[in-house]
């Protein structure tokens, strides 16, 4: 994470770049894979990305890792029923019109869906080019969670023995790992290490090269909780760019333009002086489209739309009026016929109809049909009159007179507006002016900008204070504190000797600055310390786990082979400078309870027996 320069830009304007991944070809293996000795396959199973390759010093696997992708699959509808099958990785492009379907198997760092750790071994596999029949024939070293438990090593172990058939595995932390990369010569240093990542962030003493793990800290803010926030404080500042306002825009904001504040509430306040806010904000230019509606239209063709609306609105009051007509000329004949019974002298019938009618006279029966007689004959005037208007618009669409001689102004009319406004006369030069209309000017880019000032630090702050977001958690300088309280001066003077930040949450700039700062604080008067940041804080946790992979080859000591597995169970763990700790499972033992019932039992018999040599 860098801040984006302001240089070749106007105004601190950047565009989003809306990333899109690009599928991974398949690779081949090569002779990388085939060595005298089996080549380890390196993993870095982290909860945002994945990162895999070969365990190989030499120049042909290159600098990085040969897969970077991000750790989400999602199924195609109707996957199971001959549609379009699993998509992962970089193979689904850009995330955002699939957020929907997106799914990790991870829950926090852990994972726990091993269906879907499953599908990611696979893309890992296949892109690398293992060409090994029925299994995977090589060696892996496997990054996992601090602590993690024992039910989700176990479920991994079974995944890579039982369906890839591996020879051997190995475990380790991730930040150990990066540990390692980063002091290689010195495996017995003790220190502090400050990891933080997309789900979570851990503190992890070191002592004599071993992990310290009852004094570990975690806590549960990293990466996805910081642009989760900054997408809804965006959300909230510009409620008409909702959707606009993404989740992986909020990671390149976070990535690219955000910063960690040595004095948070400092800082706060320079945001206040104007002048600052103009020279730091980084307006965010969201994509828009410049052409407005009906701008592309030409005058004749928007006087043809006009037209055409004004015809269809006079033919819908005309089916309109003939409707009313329609039932105004059925009840006046209803009325007619009860007129002539009337006449006719059936005075029955005359009656009850007129009750039906709810009339009272012969009188009120013939004052309605006289009102409703006449405006049946309004209506087909109405109608007639509408017929020839229509007629005469078909005809006259195109008018001979040209537009000048339309846009000049009868003699009736400018008469009527004499008659109406007497103070106006035709001695009055402003009547012969023409008017002038001054269209406001609108600028779209302007509108579709967000404006990112103290949201820069906001975000990050979250790791530092989990209240801002409305975590009840210890944020990293509390924490800190209280894992160093639980040693002695002289422990703690060691470890923060070599405070080390590792870690994608850690590469926003001012990070090492703010560690210093809390350490300055907490630490007592002209006491001494050491920050180091990692020097990939992303891939030195696949550099470590390599570089641990090469050292460590022909150690059996380190590596759970497909025996032990099955002797020892798949939460069996080694454990090695860069491993947790192995708390192995202690169930209790049945046989005492077992012996009791046994014991219980023969009692029983026995009482039994001397009751029947009694009888």
């Known amino acids: 994470m860098a801040v984006a320069g302001a240089a070749g830009l106007v105004a601190n304007v950047f565009p989003f770049r809306d990333a899109r991944a690009a599928p991974d070809p398949v690779l081949e293996a090569g002779p990388v894979a085939h060595g005298p000795l089996p080549v380890p396959l390196v993993l870095d199973n982290g909860s945002f990305q994945a990162r895999a390759g070969w365990a190989c010093s030499g120049p042909d696997p290159g600098p990085e890792p040969r897969l970077q992708f991000r750790a989400v699959c999602a199924r195609g509808r109707g996957g199971a029923r001959g549609g379009a099958g699993p998509q992962v990785g970089n193979a689904l492009g850009s995330l955002e019109p699939l957020r929907w379907m997106l799914r990790s198997p991870f829950d926090r760092n852990v994972p726990v869906n091993l269906e879907l750790q499953e599908l990611l071994l696979d893309y890992s596999f296949q892109h690398l080019g293992v060409s090994s029949q029925g299994c995977v024939d090589h060696p892996v070293v496997l990054t996992e969670a601090v602590c993690n438990p024992l039910y989700s090593r176990q479920m991994m172990s079974e995944l890579l023995f039982e369906c890839y058939g591996i020879p051997k595995v190995a475990y380790g932390v991730d930040s150990l790992f990066s540990f390692y990369h980063n002091k290689p010569k010195n495996l017995t240093s003790s220190g502090l290490i400050i990891s933080s990542g997309y789900q979570c962030t851990h503190i992890l003493p070191i002592l004599e090269g071993r992990l310290d793990a009852k004094n570990c800290k975690r806590i549960n803010l990293g990466g996805s909780q910081a642009a989760g926030y900054l997408q809804r404080l965006l959300q909230l500042k510009y409620p008409g760019h909702l959707a606009a306002i993404t989740l992986s825009r909020m990671e390149e904001i976070l990535h690219e333009h955000s910063y960690v504040a040595e004095d948070y509430v400092e800082e706060l306040q320079k945001w206040r002086c104007p002048d600052y806010y103009e020279n730091n904000v980084h307006k965010m230019q969201l994509p828009f489209s410049s052409k407005l509606l009906g701008?592309?239209?030409?005058?004749?063709?928007?006087?043809?739309?006009?037209?055409?609306?004004?015809?269809?609105?006079?033919?819908?009051?005309?089916?309109?009026?003939?409707?009313?007509?329609?039932?105004?000329?059925?009840?006046?004949?209803?009325?007619?016929?009860?007129?002539?019974?009337?006449?006719d002298g059936q005075m029955d019938q005359f009656h009850k109809a007129l009750v039906e009618l709810n009339m009272d006279s012969p009188e009120e029966l013939q004052s309605y049909i006289q009102k409703l007689s006449s405006a049946v004959e309004q209506a087909k005037q109405k109608i007639l009159q509408a017929e020839v208007t229509l007629e005469v618009d078909v005809v006259d669409s195109k008018p001979e007179t040209p537009d000048l001689e339309q846009l000049e102004p009868s003699l009736e009319d400018v008469e009527s507006i004499n008659d109406f406004e007497p103070l106006f006369s035709e001695d009055t030069p402003e009547v012969e002016k023409p008017v002038t209309t001054v269209q406001p000017v609108f600028n779209l880019a302007a509108y579709h900008q967000l404006f990112v000032g103290t949201e820069r630090i906001r975000a990050p702050e979250i790791i530092f204070q989990p209240s801002l977001i409305g975590e009840e958690q210890a944020g990293i300088a509390e924490t800190l504190q209280y894992i160093l309280d639980r040693y002695s001066k002289d422990v703690q003077d060691v470890l923060v000797q070599n405070v080390f930040l590792t870690g994608g949450n850690m590469m926003y700039p001012g990070m090492k600055g703010r560690i210093e700062k809390e350490l300055l604080e907490m630490r007592p008067f002209q006491s001494a310390f050491k920050v180091q940041l990692a020097s990939n804080p992303v891939l030195d946790a696949w550099y470590g786990a390599r570089d641990w992979a090469l050292d460590h080859l022909d150690d059996d000591e380190v590596w759970i082979t497909r025996k032990e597995y099955?002797?020892?169970?798949?939460?069996?763990?080694?454990?090695?400078?860069?491993?947790?700790?192995?708390?192995?499972?202690?169930l209790p033992k049945q046989a005492s309870r077992f012996s009791d019932t046994q014991a219980s039992g023969k009692g029983s018999g026995a009482s039994g027996g001397s009751a029947g040599e009694q009888a």
Do not use: F, M
Not at 297 to 314: A, I, N, T, V
Not at 579 to 586: C, K, L
């Open 295 to 343: 701008s592309t239209l030409s005058s004749e063709e928007r006087q043809e739309r006009r037209q055409q609306q004004l015809r269809r609105l006079q033919e819908l009051n005309a089916r309109r009026r003939e409707e009313k007509l329609q039932l105004d000329q059925e009840r006046l004949d209803r009325l007619l016929y009860v007129q002539e019974l009337l006449e």
């Open 566 to 586: 099955e002797e020892k169970g798949g939460e069996y763990l080694k454990e090695h400078c860069a491993s947790n700790i192995y708390v192995p499972i202690r």
